[in-house]
């Protein structure tokens, strides 16, 4: 059974400096692993989706996938008090149904003004 | 714009009890989902279905049943509640390798 593992649990970081978090798998065969943020108390909004090997970037939000060392992180560039949240790291093993995620216990972020 | 439509977004239950929690997607994906959030577990797949008609077994069914009627409805149903049910429930829509989409969640208390 896939394992999904996120750090830190926490993390503080000054507004506008860069924020990091990662999350480690454990099969190497996965395809296809995003990163959703999470408001207190609301929904699942998508970050970055990425499916190969290197750098995805979709705004401020970076992610970075190494399958051989099992890893994916996300770089969040000039954080603002409003990315305050809970950041969740899924992955998928399946093309053809993605919705079948395996997600991490989430990491809370919280940006000091 | 993608939606997923949650109803009720809050529900408390008697033990024994049974409860229907809904989901509705205009996105006319084939995909649908049922995960439920606690703290220190992330999200987990309990049901998800390729279709109408359709119900799969995700990583943690036991004590839940699905029912996909239509393309675009999907019920995630506890036939005797129970109080390590209370939690968040979340439904999402997916297709292919497009985007899955989640709707913004159901709390259930079981009293």
């Known amino acids: 059974q896939q394992k999904v593992q996120q750090s830190p649990e926490s993390l503080t970081v000054s507004e506008g400096a860069m924020a990091s978090l990662n999350c480690t798998f454990s099969d190497g065969t996965s395809n296809n692993f995003r990163w959703y943020r999470q408001h207190s108390a609301k929904g699942l909004e998508v970050l970055v989706s990425?499916?190969?090997?290197g750098e995805k970037e979709e705004g401020r939000f970076t992610a970075h996938l190494n399958r051989a060392n099992l890893h994916v992180s996300l770089h969040i560039r000039e954080p603002q008090p409003s990315d305050s949240a809970v950041y969740l790291c899924?992955?998928?093993?399946?093309?053809?149904?993605?919705?079948?995620?395996?997600f991490g216990q989430g990491t809370k972020l919280s940006i000091k003004p | 714009e993608a939606a997923v439509t949650q109803s009720p977004r809050n529900k408390v239950a008697v033990t024994g009890g049974k409860v229907t929690l809904s989901c509705n997607q205009t996105?006319?994906?084939?995909?649908m989902y049922w995960y439920r959030q606690d703290t220190g577990h992330g999200l987990r797949l309990i049901h998800y279905?390729?279709?109408?008609?359709?119900?799969e077994k995700g990583d943690i069914p036991d004590g839940y049943k699905a029912s996909r009627p239509s393309q675009e409805n999907f019920s995630l149903i506890l036939e005797l509640a129970t109080p390590s049910q209370t939690s968040v429930y979340f439904c999402?829509?997916?297709?292919?390798?497009?985007?899955?989409?989640f709707g913004k969640g159901t709390r259930l208390t079981v009293v």
């Open positions: 899924a992955v998928s093993m399946m093309n053809y149904n993605q919705g079948k995620l395996i």
């Open positions: 279905s390729y279709g109408a008609g359709s119900t």
């Open positions: 990425i499916f190969s090997d």
């Open positions: 996105n006319n994906h084939n995909n």
């Open positions: 999402a829509s997916g297709e292919g390798r497009a985007e899955v989409f």
